[in-house]
């Protein structure tokens, strides 16, 4: 007989994870200094309800970006958990525009020239992290 029809093998299925991020909890470690390149992790506290990958994942303001093959995370698990996302910092003046999203868990917004209550190793807590309500935010 013949055989079936050509293909590329099996294909994964891409999940898309649902949450919410707290962004109260948000973290940034080690603390940025103005003036010094670093990279930093942003550490992000979502309630995962199903599981998948976050994407996309964005960063804006006060000099942050994501390296350029960082697009999500995954989650396997539901429940509250941290995720930490590479950040690099160029070293320019920190702003009250900081800005995040993690897929669909939502978008947060920080004020990072307010200098946060240090915890130990130097971790920033970013104590005015808010939500950002779609729609409300103006450019």
């Known amino acids: 007989g013949t055989g079936g029809p050509l293909t590329a093998g099996p294909v994964t299925p891409t999940n898309t994870a649902v949450g919410t991020i707290d962004c109260s909890k948000t973290k940034l470690y080690p603390a940025p200094v ?27 303001g006060s000099g942050m970006s994501l390296p350029s093959d960082f697009s999500s995370v995954s989650a396997t698990t539901t429940g509250v958990q941290q995720f930490h996302i590479p950040l690099n910092y160029d070293g320019t003046a920190l702003t009250n ?16 020239t307010q ?5 130990v ?17 103006s450019k």
């Open 34 to 60: 103005a003036g010094v390149p670093s990279q930093v992790s942003l550490i992000v506290t979502v309630n995962v309800t199903t599981i998948g990958d976050f994407t996309p994942i964005t960063v804006s």
């Open 97 to 112: 525009a900081f800005q995040f999203t993690i897929g669909s868990a939502g978008s947060c917004t920080a004020d990072l």
């Open 115 to 119: 200098k946060p209550n240090k915890q």
């Open 121 to 137: 190793t130097n971790v920033w807590s970013l104590t005015n992290c808010s939500t950002v309500t779609p729609g409300v935010l």
